[in-house]
């Protein structure tokens, strides 16, 4: 599957195992939850970065103590209309201050990928035939936004009407946004 | 009322041109209907029985006169000359063309309307009392919070893909006229012990196949934490409402499922970690927001108003009309009026080009410009003099629309049913236009007294028939239209669900079968009870041994 | 079996529509081609889910009609309600261009 980042098709330093297949070294594996419950100790002794991958049943609540050990979360989306892993981005985003790669894979279409952004994925697993032009195209449609998300952590004084702005901090390779509104009214 | 600013128009401006660009790829062949289904459903275009179906928001009910006379403009150019009126105070067009949809969408942009959210498993628009900032017994205008939720949940990142729609409904007054109870979460305005204004919050009621009475989870919810609140309770459900079936994945359910209480309690924890997030509205966005809602320039009235007084006394059916249509305003000298779109026989909630032109007329002459859409399928103007009553009435006669029945048996709701929805099992509205034929006797209907009556053509409840004192359910046996009647349900502070009184009426049979339980109603009243109250008293015996006794 | 037909919605107006037997789409029921065994039926829907026709029409599907010498009727008050319009609006819908139905 393409990975867009930053707009880009870019290439993949990951790869996603099953829960049978070995380690390999030099591969920086994504491991099912249950896999990282079982084989903590191993995959943390193995030498290479791990991530982790969140079926939408599965709630980051669950490894909220252990996210310094991941650098890559992939939260799946069985079908498009599942919205369950745009609460857990935001969660991880939010709440468990997650500064690695956030990554949406399985039914991940463009029409969605300003909801997604605004929820702190910074990575989307597409499908083959997936320009990422299209993408970039999908995103400049709307501009504005009305409340606040994880995409913009200021707190201070700040209206929840907005432009839709880059990300700040924590995912700063993120240029997947339209341009900024400049327009006043926007703050 | 609420007007766009430069962020609101750009809003609405983006859609439309996404949507035309979306339109003009299906009609290539580039999009499939598959992939484009959900797009022009995110738009309010659904594909009904005869043609598409555009159901356009009306948020919290309330239009001014210039997107009223839009309304009519786009009833009469794109469509058939009408609109229907919807239980959720929107409006529905019958017959548009999607060729010609992006227009009309561009066409309500310029009068800042739009159909977002009207469809989808998103947050639908927020509804509100049809008597905001005019009744009496009101502590805010709920359409202030009604405008901050819907600015709030238009296009959320997070709550655009939630298990199943999701509908909101506010009330700022003690009565309930906007059925808070029976909405995903009711939010009823009320004052702590220091006189603070803030929230009563309900949630998890609902109708449909499961009807259900919603569920207090706060008592007072101070008015700065609306949003953190709101978004408490939509994470809790997004995270686990039930997604594997369709008919469980309503938030009644999980409330059900888990209880009320532990589902306040997670809430709650969730809501300890949002508060203060810059999720609220800082008080200046709210007080301008707020700023919009301002009371209208009432003029210092006396509170009764001789020459109104003497044309009550004069002419009989303008006292008539006075005693149903019209509700006592908050500011002396004015009063609320009720425009029936229930004329005997008529298409309940229906309403034709020149009667939205005939309402925004009036409106704009009597009435601030402001028009309300009621979930009784009827139309309000708000702030009317009381001198200027009786000019009102006239030219809602000259309009065919001062039906004097308002809160009767005849102003009865109805969904479209089998005649128009997709969904339906049997025919809704020629039930309710019989039904209106049958009592067209105005003193009779006096005579009956308040009574609500309310028509689903499907187990999906859009005509609130659980919560009518009489409610009608249109179901399917064998190919033949048969009809459920339930007694006792009531949609307001009191919200009950109503009782299956037995089996169902036949389509001939079944108007019969209500002025059985009226007559049988009538027979056992004591004392001017109203119609739930003797049901109460006496039970449901007597109404079956009429109903079912062999003839 | 029941005879069948085979209807949809046009895309541009959402007008009702129903298969031919020259594979082309008409408003009137009555020149449905009908179907009057499951493999007949299966290769109606077929014919009617062709590529051909997805840029004009939406969401074919098969539905029972009474096979009268003359002209196949509808077999459901629902498809009834389709063929004609609105019981309520007798001016709208395919029966208001229909002789002596108003
Ligand atoms: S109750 Fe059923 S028939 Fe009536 S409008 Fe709703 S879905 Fe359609």
Redesign the interface.
Known sequence: MPLIKDSQIVEDVWTSLDDGAPLAPGVWPIVSLERWQAERETLMEAGVPIGLRLRSDQSPRAIAEELEHFGVIALAFPKFTDGRPYSSARLLRERYGFTGELRAVGHVLRDQALFLLRCGFDAFEVAPDTSPDAWRAALAKIKVRYQSAADHRSTAGRLSRKAVRPAQARTPALSLEPEPCAASWAY | MYRYDEFDHTFVEERVAQFREQVARRLSGELTEDEFKPLRLMNGLYLQLHAYMLRVAVPYGTLSSQQMRKLAHIARRYDKGYGHFTTRQNIQFNWPKLEEAADILAELAEVEMHAIQTSGNCIRNVTADHFAGAAADEIEDPRVTAEVIRQWSSLHPEFSFLPRKFKVAVTGASNDRAAIKVHDIGLQMVRDARGRAGFKVIVGGGLGRTPLIGETIREFLPKRYLLSYLEAILRVYNELGRRDNIYKARIKILVKEIGAKAFAEMVEKEWQFLKDWDVDLPDEEFARIQAYFAPPPFDDLPAVTASFEAQRFENRDFARWVRNNVDAHKAPGYAIVTVSLKPEGGVPGDATAAQMEAVADLAARYSFDEIRVSHEQNLVLAHVRQADLYAVWQGLIAAELASANAGLISDIISCPGLDYCNLATARSIPVAQRISRRFADIERQHDIGGLKLKISGCINACGHHHVGHIGILGVDKKGQEFYQITLGGNADENAVLGRIVGPAFSYDTVVDAVETIVDTYLGQRRNGEAFNQTLARVGFDPFKEKLYAPH | MTAQIVTA?R??????IYLGRDDIWGERLGGAAVARSQDEAAALLARAEAPAH??NV??PYLMDVIDEATAPRP????EN??AL?????SD??RQAEIPGRR
């Open positions: 919605n895309l541009g107006d959402g007008a009702v997805r840029t939406v969401g077999a459901s008050n629902r309600i389709r319009g609105p019981t309520v609006r709208l819908g």
